[in-house]
């Protein structure tokens, strides 16, 4: 394992830490809804599914909303130590995203603050996350090889244009890599999610956790698939296949086992979700 200076500051972190789940929460907030690429699986009425179940879209807010609704929720849950943005997007390619970090740090600066990306823009972003007071980030890496990539990735937004096939995984892939390596140099701690989806990267699983542990991400989350959108008559993994591919993954890498596959706008502990938006509201 890789051991940062940020090491101590994380034993708070619900996701980053196995024995913290039962005792602290995060709040997810929803302030992402463009994304740049389209992943098979991916209904675009519902939340990020690299990061969050499918489900009941969250409705989006702004940033200065985000900083509101975060203040009535760490009062409503005292046991919050983390502040996510997750969704219902791409955090990385919002502008809102940065906004609200910023907020929320002037005024919360001893809250972790987390971001789950799929990565395209990291390379170019991930200098300004540690003023922001990110500590934790989460890349989804559903596989290493553009051929394999070109048959879950439907297309990929590059520099005004619309990449499509190998060439697109091909960027995608390269740009996660790039601003993975970047992170780690940073001190940022980074769990890669890998989204299993039987027939296309099952066997592929291992190779990714290679790849990633290679560059000094210290988690791996392997997440069955939810089958929607182009991928909605897709099979999802069974029990015993999940556990199967995440025991072969452990050899390479620690493996989080207790993902609750949390909506875009959860708050609470990992499980025993509260929706922020409903909640929240309800006390205006
Ligand atoms: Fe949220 Fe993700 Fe940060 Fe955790 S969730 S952005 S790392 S604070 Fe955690 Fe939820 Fe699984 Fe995500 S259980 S879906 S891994
Ligand atoms: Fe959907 Fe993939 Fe974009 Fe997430 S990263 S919003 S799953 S297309």
Same mark, same amino acid.
């Given at each position: 394992?890789?051991?940062?200076?940020?090491?101590?500051?994380?034993?708070?972190?619900?996701?980053?830490?196995?024995?913290?789940?039962?005792?602290?929460?995060?709040?997810?907030?929803?302030?992402?809804?463009?994304?740049?690429?389209?992943?098979? &699986?991916?209904?675009?009425?519902?939340?990020? @599914?690299?990061?969050?179940?499918?489900?009941?879209? #969250?409705?989006?807010?702004?940033?200065?909303?985000?900083?509101?609704?975060?203040?009535?929720?760490? /009062?409503?849950?005292?046991?919050?130590?983390?502040?996510?943005?997750?969704?219902?997007?791409?955090?990385?390619?919002?502008?809102? !995203?940065?906004?609200?970090?910023?907020?929320?740090?002037?005024?919360?600066? +001893?809250?972790?603050?987390?971001?789950?990306?799929?990565? $395209?823009?990291?390379?170019?972003?991930?200098?300004?996350?540690?003023?922001?007071?990110? +500590?934790? $980030?989460?890349?989804?890496?559903?596989?290493?090889?553009?051929?394999?990539?070109? =048959?879950? &990735?439907?297309?990929?937004?590059? +520099?005004?244009? %619309?990449?499509?096939?190998?060439?697109?995984?091909?960027?995608?892939? /390269?740009?996660?890599?790039?601003?993975?390596?970047?992170?780690?140099?940073?001190?940022?701690?980074?769990?890669?999610? !890998?989204?299993?989806?039987?027939?296309?990267?099952?066997?592929?699983?291992?190779?990714? @956790?290679?790849?990633?542990?290679?560059?000094?991400?210290?988690?791996?989350?392997?997440?069955? $698939?939810? *089958?929607?959108? #182009?991928? %909605?008559?897709?099979? =999802?993994?069974?029990?015993?296949?999940? %556990?199967?591919?995440?025991?072969?993954?452990?050899?390479?890498? *620690?493996?989080?086992?207790?993902?609750?596959?949390? %909506?875009?706008?959860?708050?609470?502990? $990992?499980?025993?979700?509260?929706?922020?938006?409903?909640?929240?509201?309800?006390? +205006?």
């Amino acid at each position: 394992m890789h051991r940062l200076p940020l090491e101590q500051d994380l034993q708070g972190h619900p996701c980053f830490n196995p024995g913290a789940h039962h005792r602290f929460g995060r709040i997810h907030l929803p302030v992402a809804p463009r994304c740049n690429i389209k992943c098979g &699986y991916c209904d675009r009425r519902l939340d990020c @599914a690299n990061e969050t179940q499918p489900g009941t879209a #969250s409705r989006v807010i702004g940033p200065e909303e985000a900083l509101w609704v975060l203040q009535k929720a760490l /009062a409503a849950e005292s046991r919050i130590r983390v502040a996510a943005v997750a969704g219902p997007g791409d955090p990385l390619v919002n502008a809102e !995203t940065f906004r609200a970090l910023e907020l929320v740090h002037a005024v919360f600066p +001893r809250l972790i603050k987390c971001l789950s990306t799929n990565g $395209l823009l990291l390379p170019e972003t991930v200098d300004r996350l540690p003023g922001l007071g990110v +500590r934790t $980030l989460t890349v989804t890496v559903n596989c290493v090889d553009p051929a394999v990539g070109a =048959r879950i &990735y439907e297309w990929v937004d590059w +520099r005004g244009e %619309r990449l499509r096939g190998e060439a697109a995984a091909a960027r995608l892939i /390269a740009n996660q890599l790039d601003g993975i390596g970047r992170a780690v140099a940073l001190g940022l701690a980074v769990k890669v999610n !890998t989204v299993l989806i039987p027939g296309l990267n099952q066997a592929h699983v291992e190779e990714v @956790a290679g790849t990633v542990e290679s560059l000094g991400v210290r988690l791996m989350n392997v997440m069955p $698939l939810y *089958p929607s959108g #182009s991928f %909605r008559h897709r099979a =999802r993994p069974t029990g015993a296949e999940l %556990r199967a591919v995440r025991a072969a993954a452990a050899e390479i890498l *620690p493996q989080m086992s207790w993902c609750r596959q949390c %909506r875009a706008d959860a708050y609470g502990l $990992l499980g025993a979700d509260t929706h922020l938006i409903n909640n929240v509201e309800s006390q +205006r």
